[in-house]
């Protein structure tokens, strides 16, 4: 069982930028591919990037490509989401995921395996 924990949420404005961080409670051994997820209310959870366990390969949402960046340091088990030019429709809880395997995973939420609990991030108009 992996505990991830997001970090870095917070109300900014519009046009503001805001990076997220998820690390493990506690350091892990296996190789783990990342997403990230996002959920307003009343829709269902939407995939919002992955990266590879050694960060060569990245995917992206279209509604967010251009804007967003993962990123990873395996040294600290910590990956990062730098969300840039924020939108009011950006609101979210935003979730880290954990997919057992070195290679990028997809969107479908039943691809990984663990979760964290979320970070709030809001944008105000």
């Known amino acids: 069982q992996v505990h991830l924990v997001e970090s870095g949420g917070g109300l900014v404005q519009a046009g503001a930028s805001l990076r997220l961080s998820c690390a493990p409670s506690?350091?892990?051994?296996?190789?783990?591919?990342m997403a990230w997820f996002r959920q307003a209310p009343g829709k269902e959870r939407e995939f919002v990037g992955s990266?590879?366990?050694?960060?060569?390969?990245?995917r992206y949402a279209d509604s967010v490509k251009g804007r967003v960046t993962i990123s990873r340091d395996n040294a600290k088990d910590t990956v990062y989401l730098q969300m840039n030019s924020l939108k009011p429709e950006d609101t979210a809880v935003y979730y880290c995921?954990?997919?057992?395997?070195?290679?990028?995973?997809?969107?479908?939420?039943?691809?990984?395996?663990?979760w964290g609990q979320g970070t709030q991030v809001t944008v105000s108009s």
């Open positions: 995921a954990a997919h057992v395997g070195s290679l990028a995973a997809g969107p479908g939420v039943y691809e990984y395996d663990f």
């Open positions: 506690e350091r892990t051994r296996n190789s783990y591919a």
């Open positions: 990266i590879s366990f050694n960060g060569d390969t990245t």
